[in-house]
């Protein structure tokens, strides 16, 4: 659950498109094209080495220096050629295979007392970065390549970019999680729904009743990660019955540890009344009175 | 009290349009205004425009932990407004001196008055969590209006700090780390309820560290470490790399661009092992925000879990 990044420009990413010429970094804001230097770059993609992808990779797309504290950067997505949007969208595709393959080889190495294959940092980085730049392009076509398994649980950042997709796509994921009864694509999926709900962008009658009979059901759910993101989604919801089940976990939620001063601290309750608290309460103590 | 009155000249302006405390810009009274930070512990913000401004010294106390408390509350007796002339108010704070959130009270402890009309006895409410969460208005505030920011001044100087900095500074350089921090950006002693500085500079020969307030910040922000830490509960799970300077992370391996010389990156030790946990902390790591979270074939193996804040709004610890 993340009440506090909620602002689309909290999770803009700090990727700028270049051209793949020598001199891409001065060209940051331009349109890129699919000229012939690009198709050079694109057909790279295909290669079998991920060294020779990354690098086709980073001329196209690169990271910009940071200014501190963070960064918060253009997103140059709306811009790029649609050659270039489906090759990366395409890259993603092919890269989410290979993560799927390895981690099949590491679990086979492990079970066999081998020893696994690991990313190095560098490839990771890659991953990442891949992973950033194919959400920040906000294209309805790069939806099923990040509804991967591999994708959607790298990070807040995937499902984030899923939830970008708005309202429009509801239907479609809401079927998805119906007929994926898993645990693992419930729980990313709550995690997508709770932030396209938090948008206000959802107003029609029957996704809502729909969106709230699954953050009604996960609230229950035993895994304590699943209940945070339906706290949200009911947050958001905010009528009378998720209102009365948030004030539940509020006063209820079983998960309880004791950290590392003693102190037993309930954590599900705490956000569950901080949130009550921010939507119902009046500021806690009096303004001064005005001169 | 010492407040200095901001002196652009000497100042960056990183016209961060406050994205990086995730204060929304779509509701806009059209004050221009400017937070500045000024000496140590004392924040100065100043609201030009017509509107009368008080002070609301607003914590959440009663609501939330004793970390929330003490991380975002200031104190009502050292704050102060006063008119610097009949357009602009400067109201300054002082944080407790237990407090370790510099900035929090921006986003999430600070409520602020605003009367348009001094006459008219409604008075609408700003705070700092609903600036952040727009979505989420006080219910029955009809008249709820958020304002935003226009520019963020810091105080950021260039220059040489006198100590071990003047080493780590230039490593970025060296290389080629997308990023150009200054002595300021910098802490010592930065810790979160759960770890403290040396367990998040862990490897690090100096003693200083960048750490961002995703690692640092306290659970009730919603996201970050110590909120996927208070998920994952008992046992505490070790850092096994935190910060890294440039020449540590060129040592071990690391990206080039690796988000631990960032400081919004952990590598969380995977107790057992196996897959089940190290599921376990991915899955509520992503509930906690994390940005990117390695997948299982990433360089940590079964031994830890990489999780980084890389996209997420926060300064640097003080």
Known sequence: MNIGKLSPLATTIALVLCLGTADAAQEQTKTAGADASNQTILEQFHSSDWHVRSSAFYK??????????NAAKL??????????????????????????????????????????????????????????????????RALDVLLKPSVISGGYNNTHAIAQFGAPVLPRLILLYRMRPDKFSRDYLTVVFAD?????????????????????????????????????????????????????????????????RGQAVFPLREQAELLLHHRELPPASPLPTPR | MSVLPATPANLLDL?????????????????????????????????????DVYG?????????????????DVDPTEGTISYVSPTQSVVSFKKYP???????????????????????????????????????????????????????????????????????????????VLLSPVCSDFTQTASSSTYSFNDLNIHNTYAFALLRYPIIGPQFMGYGLEMLVNLIGTPVHAINS???????NADIGGASNSRHMFGDAVDLVNITHTKTEWAQIRNLAIQAG???????????????????????TGLYAP
């Open chain 1, 60 to 69: 196209l797309v690169r990271p910009l220096e940071d200014e501190p504290p």
């Open chain 1, 75 to 140: 997103n140059h997505g709306k811009q790029i050629d649609p050659t270039i949007r489906n090759a990366l969208i395409s890259l993603l595709s092919f890269e989410a295979d290979v993560v799927a393959a390895k981690e099949r080889a590491f679990e086979d190495a492990i079970a066999a007392h081998r020893s696994p294959d690991v990313m190095s940092e560098e490839q990771s980085e890659y991953w990442a970065t891949l992973n950033q730049a194919v959400g920040g392009l906000n294209d309805p």
């Open chain 1, 196 to 260: 396209i709900l938090r948008s206000g962008t959802v107003t029609d009658e029957s996704t809502l009743k729909a969106l709230k009979e699954i953050f009604l059901t996960r609230s229950y759910d035993s895994d304590r990660g699943t209940r945070l993101s339906a706290l949200a989604g009911l947050i958001a919801l905010f009528d009378s019955d998720s209102k009365a089940r948030v004030r539940e976990i509020a006063s209820s939620d079983p998960y309880t540890f004791v950290n590392p």
């Open chain 2, 15 to 51: 016209q961060m349009q406050y994205a990086q405390y995730g204060v929304s810009t779509q509701e806009n009274l059209g004050v221009p205004s400017n937070f500045v930070p000024v000496v140590d512990t004392w924040f100065t913000f100043y609201l030009s425009g017509n509107q």
């Open chain 2, 56 to 72: 609301n010294y607003r914590g959440y106390s009663g609501v939330a932990s004793a970390d929330f408390d003490m991380q975002i």
């Open chain 2, 98 to 176: 237990s407090a370790s959130a510099q900035f929090a009270f921006i986003s999430y402890g600070l409520a602020i008055g605003l009367n348009n009309d001094p006459t008219s006895p409604s008075i609408e409410y700003v705070s700092g969590f609903n600036v952040a969460a727009d979505s989420m208005p006080y219910a029955g505030s009809a008249a709820l209006t958020t304002f935003s920011v226009s520019s963020l001044i810091i105080n950021r100087v260039q220059g040489t700090c006198g100590d071990t900095r003047d080493k780590l500074i230039p490593m970025y350089a060296q290389y080629n």
């Open chain 2, 242 to 248: 935190g910060y890294r300077n440039p020449d540590h």
């Open chain 2, 290 to 312: 994390a940005d990117y979270v390695e997948p299982f074939t990433g360089p940590c193996g079964n031994a830890c879990v990489h999780v980084d804040w890389r996209n997420t």
